[in-house]
């Protein structure tokens, strides 16, 4: 390969961290996609990857995505918790690949909730 | 597409022989019959550092650690884990005497006392992937030492951080480098020492392992500061692992362009190249380790003249250890100020030591200087297992000295670090940084820790120690070569029980003439485990010598075997199990009667002791 410039080095370091960033576990947005047998059933495989293609598709190197169990609302599946740093955590029920993009689009980089999707902002008491 | 999460897998020498590549290739088997492929990346990282613990998995983004894995428990892991997103506790890491796991790397007390500076890749990168080491802004510091700094900037950089030697002596890396700068003759050479020879020490190796790009670029601005056209790093060759990383690193940066003619475009050229050491203890010194380079007999030399004037082919040659390059580019990304922030007013930054020895949490710990010995042993290494008593604690390896527990009140004064003397009511408050450690009679070192509990016989310790540095002395000098033999010779003695206390005064009068008259640092130091053990534990010498008795029963010449007739009968009903296993046939009785050894048969080899389940054998 031809000899690296200075500006290669920080071409090369802006993508390699968009590949690593996670390791380090501090995004800005934490998705959880809730993957319980109901969630997969109802199609949560399908709206995880149209989760991460989102992200491949904006370069977004601060959104972590992590899966988690039945959330309790089976009969809303798929489900999605969608957690901004400093915010509180929304859910969205119902959800498909066009409903995925829009809540990045208005939520994760909009930063204004589309109500009409979410099913309930915050969460259950825990103690 | 990016992955959604990283299993980051250890490999380095200590998972890899727990099998954690066996874990790898379940893992990957196991991502991809599940169809998982596109979403999780497995990654095998350098030492992780908590290597009792091995093989070692941390999931990324969430932080999650498990230990001891196996290939068998991997389906469950990727089910539960990844698919379902429920982490598995019973794969967790669960802290002595409590029962509850504790999920995250990040709480876990090992890691939560640690600071990583020279380590701060570990686990977090591939070391074989260039890419990875540039995302967390690998060659950035170089960068900016060759386009925005000039050689004298960067020099009094490294002065104003106060960085010093992590190879044991502690010289101020600042002005080692200004004197090659300063020196004449081209071309100048650098190298790395990485030819760790202390017993149960590994912390280079992890460096190499975990990280061989943050020592190639320390070596990158190193050569820019000083002038160095060319450099060498030192490997032993038992360390294959490390050797292979540091091997693909150096591939990899000259397939970039970041080593070789014209780097950046600049005038500036640099390369490294490989030699393999073959295992001589006396190699890490620096003159023995530059005539090995040259294909001599590693033997050292006198100093004056030094490297940094008279090196490698005889030009100005700059040595520094593996942990002290990797210190080199967090200094210059970061800055002085950032870096002499963390440690004591004289000894600044971190060190990595190996925890080794009787403490629970074996494994390799990065930690600010100055950090007291009850935080490192019982905060970060989890305290002895078995409940039993810390004695003392070993630093610097072979040629390093043991500090008792308890007081530390007839010592001079001890440096406490901040800059005050006083003396200390509890050697665990001891601060390590250079100066606390010599003044106790001990050292940094590189960095090996060997803790010892009541059962440890320092005697005993002294005399493996000095067998230790005796047969590796490379023999060139009397006090050296015939010195540590006489003391070996006397040591044997007491151990055997044949001492008198006039060895006492021999010992101490050679071991300060082989430390004082010795040619190089391995005969200078090579008395102290010996010098330090007289002096806080010569109770022990002397019950070796007066009552012949070896109070922590390791010393089986001294010891003597005999059987407790009531738990034999009682518990055990003659079992008769001692009489059969004796290689000496020195046992005699019959069954459901009380067995006795006879004393002038019995060899002490101690067999009966660990086939009596009735614990009928007393050792006095």
Known sequence: MPKLKLEDLAAIRDSARRMTSLREGAGRVRITVHMGTCGIAAGARAIMEAVLREIEERHLDDVLVTTSGCAGLCSREPMATVEIRGHPPVKYADLTEARVKTIFEEHILGGKIPVELALAIGSERTH | ?620
């Open chain 2, 1 to 620: 597409m990016p992955y959604r999460v990283h299993l980051m897998v250890c490999a380095g020498t200590g998972c890899v022989s727990n099998g954690s590549l066996g874990v790898r290739d379940a893992l990957e088997k196991e991502i991809h019959r599940r169809g998982l492929g596109g979403e999780v990346q497995v990654v095998t990282t350098g030492c992780n550092g908590f290597c009792g613990a091995g093989p070692l998995l941390v999931v990324q983004p969430d932080g999650i650690f498990y230990q001891q894995l196996t290939p068998k428990e991997i389906p469950l892991l990727v089910e539960e884990h990844l698919i379902k997103g429920r982490p598995v506790p019973k794969l967790m890491y669960v802290p002595p005497e409590e029962k509850v796991p504790i999920p995250k790397m990040s709480e876990i007390p090992f890691f939560k006392g640690q600071r990583l500076v020279a380590l701060r890749n570990r686990g977090l990168i591939d070391p074989e992937k260039i890419e990875d080491y540039i995302a967390r802004d690998g060659y950035t510091a170089f960068a900016k030492a060759l386009t925005q700094m000039t050689p004298e900037q960067i020099i009094a950089e490294i002065k104003a951080a106060g960085l010093r030697g992590r190879g044991g002596a502690g010289f101020a890396t600042g002005v080692k480098w200004e004197k090659v700068r300063q020196a004449v003759g081209e071309p100048k050479y650098i190298i790395c020492n990485g030819d760790e020879g202390d017993p149960g020490a590994f912390m280079d190796r992890s460096i190499f392992e975990s990280d061989p790009h943050s020592v190639i670029e320390g070596m990158l601005i190193g050569a820019r500061a000083m002038g160095a056209r060319w450099g060498v790093v030192y490997v032993r060759n038992e360390y294959p692992l490390a050797l292979q990383r540091i091997q693909i690193a150096i591939e990899k940066a000259r397939e970039y362009g970041l080593l070789g003619e014209n780097i950046f475009e600049t005038d500036f050229s640099f390369d490294i190249s490989v030699t393999r050491g073959a295992g001589a203890f006396v190699c890490g010194e620096e003159t023995a380790l530059i005539a090995s380079v040259e294909g001599r007999l590693g033997d050292p030399r006198a100093r004056p003249p030094y490297p940094a004037e008279y090196g490698l082919w005889g030009k100005p040659t700059c040595i520094n250890n593996v942990e002290t390059w990797a210190n080199v580019p967090p200094i210059i990304l970061r800055g002085a100020k950032w870096y002499s922030q963390i440690g004591t007013e004289s000894s600044k930054g971190t060190k990595v030591f190996s925890l080794v020895g009787k403490i629970r949490n074996t494994g390799l710990v990065e930690v600010p200087m100055g950090i007291t010995l009850r935080e490192l042993i019982y905060d970060i290494g989890g305290g002895i297992p078995g409940g039993k008593k810390f004695k003392a604690v070993q630093t610097g390896g072979p040629s390093g000295g043991c500090i008792p527990a308890g007081p530390l009140l007839d010592q001079p004064i001890v440096y406490d670090g901040r800059g005050e003397r006083r003396p200390l009511s509890d050697a665990l408050d001891l601060p390590i940084d250079y100066e606390s450690l010599t003044d106790v009679g001990s050292m940094m070192g590189s960095g090996g820790l060997v803790v010892m509990d009541e059962d440890t016989c320092m005697v005993d310790v002294a005399r493996y120690f000095l067998a230790f540095t005796q047969d590796e002395s490379c023999g060139a000098c009397t006090p050296c070569r015939e010195g540590t033999k006489l003391m070996l010779d006397i040591l044997t003695k007491i151990v055997e029980g044949h001492g008198t206390m006039e060895d006492l005064e021999s010992l101490e009068e050679i071991g300060r003439v082989v430390k004082e008259t010795s040619l190089c640092g391995l005969g200078k130091t090579a008395p102290n485990p010996v010098l330090t053990t007289l002096r806080y534990f010569r109770d022990e010498y002397i019950a070796h010598i007066q009552a012949h008795k070896c109070p922590a029963h390791v010393c089986r010449e001294l010891n003597v075997y005999r059987i407790d007739p009531e738990i034999c009968v009682q518990r055990g009903h003659g079992c008769g199990v001692c009489r059969r296993e004796c290689p000496e046939k020195a046992i005699f009785g019959e069954k459901n009667q009380p067995h006795r050894i006879d004393q002038a048969l019995c060899k002490k080899c101690g067999v009966c002791v660990d086939v009596c389940h009735f614990h009928a054998v007393i050792v006095e």
